[in-house]
């Protein structure tokens, strides 16, 4: 048994994410550079969508926080369930880094490793 989680660049609909046992840590989007949506969670794919054609908005993202990722992982760890993370490519976004990275030195801090 494992826990699959992704960031929203895997395009799967929360709804659909839920009932699969999928975990979704939210990339950030931006229309104006001042506010700031979490993909799926405060913004749907349908209103994404139709903010880009009706006004004619440009989107800008940014990478989930670290406490999205600590949120999202932190269940699995403290029941020792595997993890098998997948994000957007270190091409596009920082997303991946804190997963691979990060995760584990912050784990060790927070538990005493």
């Known amino acids: ?7 929203t660049s ?13 975990t979704l840590v939210p990339l950030y ?4 550079g001042q506010t ?10 349908d209103e994404f969508y ?8 440009f989107p800008k993202s940014s990478l989930p926080s670290i406490q999205d990722y600590v949120d999202a992982f932190m269940p699995s760890v403290e029941a020792g369930v595997p ?4 994000c957007i ?3 596009f976004s920082g997303s991946y880094s804190f997963p691979t990275r990060r995760f584990s030195d912050f784990y060790c ?3 005493g490793c």
């Open 36 to 45: 700031y949506y979490k993909e799926q969670f405060e913004i749907s794919y």
């Open 10 to 22: 895997c395009d799967w609909i929360k709804e659909y994410a839920e009932e699969h046992n999928v």
């Open 89 to 91: 490519t270190t091409y």
């Open 50 to 57: 139709r903010k880009m054609t009706d006004e004619n908005a």
């Open 1 to 7: 048994m494992f826990k699959l989680i992704s960031d």
């Open 109 to 111: 801090r927070l538990s």
């Open 83 to 86: 993890i098998i993370c997948c």
């Open 29 to 32: 989007t931006t229309f104006d």
